[in-house]
Each structure stands twice: as structure tokens, then as C-alpha cells.
């Protein structure tokens, strides 16, 4: 099995930038669909963005226009630059792969490995 390791949360005010990195440990190459979902106190987990093998992106209406998803194979990272932060943004940021699936789906189900979360916190 192996390890996503995400960094770069920490406290802003609305309309400041964070960018979230992701760490792959014991892959070899990111050939597999990967993600950012978000959870908020007392909410559901939801998808934030997805980046498949072939580099195609998805991102949920919300933040569409402020947050972009990126990857670098070569640095095994998963990146999501997020611009332009809103209170409603407050959450806890996961790192997610489905290992053996090249094209993504945005469930939560769909995704076997996680990391341990980022908190990212925006004040008005």
C-alpha cells in the first residue's frame, strides 16, 4: 500500500490563496486517477477536484475558477492551488487515489487510499 501525505493548510482571510501539496510514497508513477475532497464539520465528505492519467480535470461547481489541480509525475506530487478562499471553504483537505483506475469518477467510494488531512481555515 502506499502513503499520501498532504501539507499546506493553515489560517487565511477571504479572498487569500493556499496551495495544498500531496506527497506519494511507494508508487512508482501516478498512473491513476487522484483527488482532493473536503469535509466540513458536521458534512458530508465532498469532491473538490480530480485529475485522471491523462491529465483531464473535474472540479466541483463551487470552486470552479479559483481552485486548479496539477500533478508532477516525476515529483510524485498531487498540488491544488486554491485562489480567491472563501469562509465556506473551511475544511479539512484529503489527499485521495484509486489505485488501477486511470479515468476518475467523483465519489468518495471510488477512491481506496487517503491521506491523513490538511486543515485549511478562512475568516471574513
Known amino acids: 500500500q502506499g502513503q499520501l501525505v498532504e501539507s499546506g493548510g493553515g489560517s487565511v482571510q477571504a479572498g487569500g490563496s493556499l496551495r495544498l501539496s500531496c506527497v506519494v510514497s511507494v508508487f512508482a508513477y501516478l498512473t491513476y486517477c487522484m483527488a482532493w475532497f473536503r469535509q466540513a464539520p458536521g458534512k458530508e465528505r465532498e469532491g473538490v477536484a480530480t485529475i485522471d492519467t491523462f491529465g483531464s480535470t473535474t472540479y466541483t461547481d463551487s470552486v470552479k475558477g479559483r481552485f486548479t489541480i496539477s500533478k508532477d509525475n516525476a515529483k510524485k506530487t498531487l498540488e491544488l492551488l486554491m485562489n480567491s478562499l472563501e469562509p465556506e471553504d473551511t475544511a479539512q483537505y484529503y489527499c485521495?487515489?484509486?489505485?488501477?483506475?486511470?479515468?476518475?469518477?467523483?465519489?468518495?467510494?471510488?477512491?481506496?487510499?487517503w491521506g491523513q488531512g490538511t486543515q485549511v481555515t478562512v475568516s471574513s
Open positions: 485521495s487515489a484509486a489505485l488501477g483506475r486511470p479515468r476518475c469518477v467523483a465519489d468518495r467510494d471510488y477512491f481506496g487510499t
